[in-house]
């Protein structure tokens, strides 16, 4: 045994012997950087080394004493990043490699102090203008880095984030809610429970012949104590004590070699993968093969949660049946890397490219535990000949420092484990408080509560539940009245100066006549039944939704999280229509973007009928590495993907028609009109003969088709029955001009329009909109100013497009230009209204349908056209109408979408509208 003075000592030479080797090693890194940077210059060429996908972009990342962090660091040099690299010790091998362009220390994670921290690395980011942060990270920084991307995520909207947010960081180290994810995704797992009580233990592991295993749901101490086995017969030990509080997950307890598979993922998409066999000594990572019924549904997973960033997910191969059942989910890189890092410009994997098919395997050791050459055939993990200096700080500088640093007792010797530069030590592990990263959580959903609240009238709140002060105290920005509820057991608050009304609810029921008495306008009903969730699962909190003025009084859920909206665009037509279609389709996103209680996804419909199902990143951001699939497999991606709402941005025929119709079958609401009505209202002929039959006066008009001639007096507009834009349309007042007129509105559609000309008195747009109440209302209305000279909307009015016909911007003008609001008097607005109302029920209307209206000199209105879309952009008809009342595109986009989810909780995403219904 040593005595304590010589320990000491033998730890202060230990350190000097460490540090002078450390700064010999940065010295020469210097030395070999300068002839590096000299070469450079001397050699132009040399630089198209760190050329590639990644040139131009800085990479941030963490823990870079691993051996698996330097390949990471290796992979994103070899593909043209800038690597900054971060570590919590100064001894850190990334930190003499010459693909390190930075390094830098941070400092230790405190739980209570993570406020500090977080404004650190946030004026990191801002320093080194970082692009990316990708994660090389214990638990303890995947949380921190979780909250880090929760509140930085809006300030720094460019930077890329490949690590899960908190809430999914959360969920997955959550051993019940993982497992939840791994039913709904078909991911293969022993069969389990929820424990809250020790009296059920017994009989359910007499149920198995192995027994079960028996985990506490969120891992924190000491791992010993927190995952056993019972087997029947067995004794409970002491320390297994589940209580509601404190939740345990029990397991049929599988027998078999275990395994680990690795993905990198970006945004739900797979990237890269290897799996290998766990060996107890942590340094052998032989590669093997994952089974195809395990693969899929774990990428399934992945794509339905849009993981970003390294997953790990360890499996159990039964020995008796030969299947596989995953146990565990950790969200961080995976040291099977190592035996893959010699595969070709594997770094692209993190920029979204699929580097599968290149994969090249290595037999990868470390001569510290003397499993490498020269004792085997094994490469070294940290050895690179381009690159030596860091096996030296890994194999000679971090275990000198660890032992002088930790101890030098033979038992904590043996446990030193250079691949992950760690001491491994039995008995207690450092915890993590997940109670105080769950807080954290929790009051970013309140805040999404909050921000929900910017155009309602009144919030019914529930006084009991939690956080309710800084919802009250948050809901004076807002103007809110609010009307607390409580539970008769409940006390209220003596403080409420700023609450309007309170009513006391002996039993926590909301009546319609209440509802009466307190709503005006649009009302949101935070119930506390549902809020009281929000420690538990996202996916299970919602807030409810009330319309006043209704009979049945809907209520209807939203999920309290941001909502998921695809927006489809594209078109499988031509380029005019895929081009016009984002153009509105990105407008709208930009409009509506910056409302923090959406999340925007693109749905990419390709001339060649494939698709491209993505996350919103920018207008140009389908890259030319995105896979563009096919339509049944873009419908299981925005299946998994837990779309809210749909927003439909086509304008081609089988864009508003079999295009929408496709949401039916994943029964997602839809904004807008149903693909049966918008298939009558582009067919001009038929929406016409539906009007009239319905008394809505229409021009005099007959249907023609080739070889057919005219037999309506002139003059008389020509237009394709089935287009769009006014293209084809013309004015045919003379005989001569007839067959022109004709063949050149032929080549848009097989039937073509002839339509009594209405001389110009005036030209106007009419939207509706319905209510919460299912009453339509009619915005302010726009007038288009045309002359005999120039009597009609043509296409160059709306749309401007270059010489191969692709839309360079939609003009939405007029001859004489345009009004809004319009100069229209209370007699002609009756007749409007009367008259449209009638339309937009006759043709199967919902949500809102805009009209192009001629009123003849005499002052009669015939409707003309009707448009049934609203594509949200700032020059959006419909936009337009609602900003000159007030109404701003992020409140408009909000209503309709909350109306259209109405639609599911009511059942009705197939049928008429809701506002039919009322009416009937």
Sequence with gaps: MYSSAARKLCRIFLLCIADTVWNLLLVIQSAMRSVQDFRKQRNALNLMNHGGLANGKTVLVTTGRQAKTLHVVRALKQVGAKVIVTDYNRISASALSLACDKFIVLPPIRTGDTQSWIRNFRDILLENKVDMVLPVSTINEV???????????????????????????????????????????????PEHGLLTSSESI?????????????????????????????????????????????????????????????????DGKVTFSSCYHSESDLVNFDPTFVAADLDKPLRDLITGLRLSG??????????????????????????????????PLWGEAFFGVDVTKRTVYDSVGFIYHRNCWPWSNRSEGYFDANDPLPMLGAEV????????????????????DVNICKIIVDGPSTGRDLAYYREKLYLEKISVALS??????????????????????????????????????????GDLNNIGVVVVLPDGNISEELLRTYMQGETRVLLGANLSKITGSISDISYRVVRPGCTWLPKYEIPLRKLRVLHVMGSCANEFYETLSTTYGYKCIANVGTDGRFEHFVAHVFPS???????????????????????????????????????????????????????????????????????????????????????????????????????????????????????????????????????HAFEFCEEVLCEQ????????????????????????????????????????HKVSTDASGSVKSVAGTAPGGSRLPADVDNVLKEKLYRMLSKAHRVLGCRDYSIYDIRVDPSGAPFMLETCLYCSFADNSVLVKMQASDGISASQLFERLCERAMTRRTLGDECGMSVGMRVRH
């Design 757 to 796: 000309f209405i001389p110009p008195g005036r030209e106007l747009r009419v939207g509706l909109i319905e209510k919460g109440d299912g009453t339509l209302e009619m915005l302010p209305i726009i007038e288009y100013f045309v002359s005999e000279r120039d009597p009609i909307r043509t296409k160059d």
């Design 310 to 343: 390294q997953f790990a997910f360890d499996f159990i191969r039964d020995e008796k049946s030969g299947s596989d059942f995953v146990i565990e989910c950790n969200p961080r890189a995976s040291s099977i890397l190592e035996t893959v890092s010699k595969t």
């Design 609 to 743: 009928g494939h698709w491209s199902v993505t996350p919103y990143v920018g207008d140009n951001h389908i890259s030319e590495h995105e896979d563009k699939i096919s339509a049944g497999e873009a419908l299981v991606k925005i299946e998994c993907l837990g779309i809210d709402v749909v927003l439909p941005h086509m304008f081609d025929y089988e864009g508003m028609t079999s295009y929408r119709s496709l949401f039916n079958i994943l029964r997602i609401p839809m904004v807008g009109c149903t693909a049966d009505a918008l298939a009558l209202s582009t067919n001009k002929s038929r929406t016409n003969a539906c009007a009239r039959v319905a008394g809505i006066q229409v021009p005099d008009f007959e249907v023609l088709r080739r070889g057919e001639k005219p037999r309506m007096t002139l003059p008389f507009v020509v237009k394709p029955s089935e287009e769009d834009n006014s293209q084809g349309i013309r004015v045919v007042r003379k005989e001569e001009d007839i067959e022109s007129a004709l063949n």
């Design 202 to 266: 017994p009989s359910i592991a007499g149920q198995f012949v192995n027994g079960i295993i028996l985990k506490r749901i969120e891992s924190s101490v000491n791992r010993r104590e927190e995952i056993v086995r019972i087997k029947r017969g067995d004794d409970i030990p002491d320390y297994v004590k589940p209580t509601p509080a404190d939740p345990w997950q029990w397991q049929h307890f599988i027998s078999g070699p275990e395994f680990s598979v690795w993905y990198v993922c970006v």
């Design 452 to 493: 929900s609240l910017r155009h309602m009238d009144t919030l019914l709140l529930d006084i009991s539940i939690p956080q309710v002060r800084l919802i009250i105290d948050n809901c004076k920005s807002f103007k809110t009245i609010v009307v607390p509820l409580r539970h008769q057991d409940a006390p209220v608050p």
């Design 143 to 189: 949380l921190i880095l979780g909250l880090a991307q929760q509140q930085l995520a809006a300030e720094l909207p460019h930077i890329k984030w490949l690590c899960p947010d908190l809430n999914i960081a959360i969920q997955l180290d959550d051993r019940s809610q993982f497992a939840s994810f791994c039913d709904k995704f078909g991911v293969p797992t």
């Design 397 to 416: 500088v971090w275990p000198l420092n660890a032992i002088a640093t930790k101890g030098l007792s033979e038992k904590l010797y043996q446990k030193i």
